[in-house]
């Protein structure tokens, strides 16, 4: 979500400066500085610049640079003429020079006022596509970062599938240590000719049934597959959903640890923790 955007165009006798930043944000937080020119368009430059941005914490400022030609302010004479002939009175009835009498008049009440100018239709419609050049150069840097992202968040699911692999090497030596666990604590506690081998056996299937991590390890190479195919399609926004996958990444990783009773399984399941949490971090990144 973060990038910059710089556009600059002379329309008319006005040069136009639009700067964009953009940084990672749950919404479209925008924070618009305008010149008292562009006012009475400041509700379309804020839908131009939501429907082009879609989220993320904005700050766009915009400059108008006035040639010698433009009349940034309008001096009202007549008030200025009104305005004068009394203070010129005082000052020669108390004998003081008049010198200063204009530098006076002038920060008087509204003798100098911000002028009247609009902007015509043809000149905002020319400041429109200043306005999408600076939404586009973000939106190209928001791609270019987006590209090492993508990068970056593959590499995060080949990991975790890498531990999937290794769990499955390890899945069927678990079940025979848990087999064999469970039958030297029986004969410690209550001894090999005090137990029923055959109920035994029964307990420990339905035991080994309610560990059972293969349900879970499907469920999240599926995942992976759909993470990937919505990283690559085509939708402009993707980021909410991704960070959806990946909250369930994380259940069935943590299934597969509460579930592992196996040391070797266990670690694993922190590896793919870790690239689980590195991923959820780069999402954050991502519209």
């Known amino acids: 979500m973060t990038g910059f955007g710089r556009a600059e165009q002379t329309i008319g006798d006005k040069n136009y400066l639009v700067e964009i930043r953009s940084l990672n944000g749950k919404q479209f937080d925008l924070r618009l ?4 020119l562009l006012k009475p368009f400041e509700f379309d ?28 302010i309008s001096i009202n004479t007549e008030l200025a003429k009104s305005y004068y002939e009394p203070v010129a009175k005082l ?6 020079a008049t010198g ?12 100098i ?6 902007l015509t239709p043809e000149d905002w ?19 270019n970062e987006g590209a090492s992202m993508e990068k970056d968040l593959l590499l995060r699911v080949a990991n975790i599938e890498e531990q999937q692999t290794l769990i499955a090497t390890l899945e069927p030596q678990r079940r025979v240590r848990v087999k064999d ?12 000719e005090n137990y029923d081998s055959n109920r035994l056996e029964q307990e420990l299937i339905y035991y080994i ?46 299934t597969t640890g509460s579930k592992a009773n196996d040391v070797l399984i266990q670690q694993a399941v922190i590896l793919m923790k870790d690239e689980l949490e590195k991923a959820k971090e780069q999402v954050l990144n991502i519209l």
């Not at 000052?91 to 003081?96: K, R, V, Y």
């Not at 006022?113 to 609009?118: N, Q, S």
């Open 113 to 118: 006022v911000p002028t009247t100018e609009t």
């Open 125 to 143: 419609e020319k400041f429109r596509l200043v306005l999408a050049d600076a939404i586009d150069q973000l939106n190209q840097h928001r791609l």
């Open 33 to 36: 500085t305008l010149p008292a």
């Open 181 to 192: 666990n469970l039958r030297k604590l029986m004969e410690e506690q209550v001894g090999k």
């Open 209 to 254: 049934e309610k560990i059972d991590i293969s349900e879970e390890q499907v469920r999240l190479k599926n995942h992976c597959d759909y993470f990937r195919s919505i990283l690559s399609d085509a939708e402009v926004s993707k980021g909410k959903k991704l960070s959806f996958i990946l909250q369930e990444f994380g259940r069935e990783i943590n």
């Open 100 to 111: 200063d009498i204009l530098s006076t008049i002038l920060k008087l009440p509204e003798v």
């Open 91 to 96: 000052a020669a009835d108390l004998s003081i």
């Open 45 to 72: 430059i804020r839908n131009k610049l939501s429907e082009g941005l879609l989220r993320g914490s904005v700050e766009c400022i915009i400059h108008i640079k006035m040639n010698g030609a433009s009349k940034p």
